[in-house]
């Protein structure tokens, strides 16, 4: 399953509205997570199942989607939030990541 | 608090093999499955392969299959991954990831090791 993200990215002020298109080149059904990773860090995981957000993760950030089309809303952009984002398909195995969206000032 | 703190990474030639191990703390690590993905320096991420909690169910990508073996030890709650007939490709920091059994996705990850290939 390819996965594919828009934009590869985009830059933004603290405050702002963000969001962020992934697209499954085939039904995935809600199996997406969302991941943030920041440079020299290991990727942190956000959101699972299209829509649940992972414990200790701000309530700004927001999944949504299902079937091939999904989006990771940030809604209020903090400075600690600049960062790299992947989508990952967990439908079925290889477990695909798209190629990623930077969020830069 | 699950902890997973990866080792043996480090400058192989082509052609040569490295093992990765992965110490793990803060669950019951047989009750997981565990994974191991990789990212080329300035690239995406790649989900290389993947062991249920009895180590029943293996998976690879098709780029390590043949080459990479993934396995487990319950006793010493640890990870590996057996990498053989490298390639310069291969260079990477590999995670070592916990699976969110049952559905796959990388709820906790190592620091990551950085594998480099080249002669």
């Known amino acids: 399953i390819q996965m594919t993200q828009s934009p590869s990215s985009v830059s933004a002020s603290v405050g702002d509205r963000v969001t962020i298109t992934c697209r499954a080149s085939q039904v995935i059904s809600i199996w997406l997570a969302w991941y943030q990773q920041k440079p020299g860090k290991a990727p942190k995981l956000l959101v699972s199942?299209?829509?649940t957000l992972q414990s200790g993760v701000p309530s700004r950030f927001s999944g949504s989607g299902s079937g091939t089309d999904f989006t990771l809303t940030i809604s209020g952009l903090q400075p600690e939030d600049f960062a790299t984002y992947y989508c990952?398909?967990?439908?079925?195995?290889?477990?695909?990541f798209g190629p990623g969206t930077k969020v830069d000032l | 608090q699950v902890h997973l703190m990866e080792s043996g990474g480090g400058l192989v030639k082509p052609g040569g093999s490295l093992r990765l191990s992965c110490a793990a703390s803060?669950?019951?690590?047989?009750?997981?499955?565990m994974a191991w993905i990789r990212q080329a320096p300035g690239k995406g991420l790649e989900w290389v392969s993947y062991?249920?909690?009895?180590?029943?169910?293996?998976n690879y990508a098709d780029s390590v299959r043949g080459r990479f073996t993934i396995s487990r030890d319950n006793a010493k709650n640890s990870l590996y991954l057996q990498m053989d007939s490298l390639r310069t490709e291969d260079t990477a920091v590999y995670y070592c990831v916990r699976d969110s059994t049952p559905t796959a996705y990388a709820d906790h990850w190592g620091q990551g090791t950085l594998v480099t290939v080249s002669s």
């Open positions: 990952q398909q967990a439908n079925s195995f290889p477990f695909t």
């Open positions: 803060g669950f019951t690590f047989s009750d997981y499955y």
């Open positions: 062991i249920s909690g009895t180590s029943s169910y293996i």
């Open positions: 199942a299209a829509s």
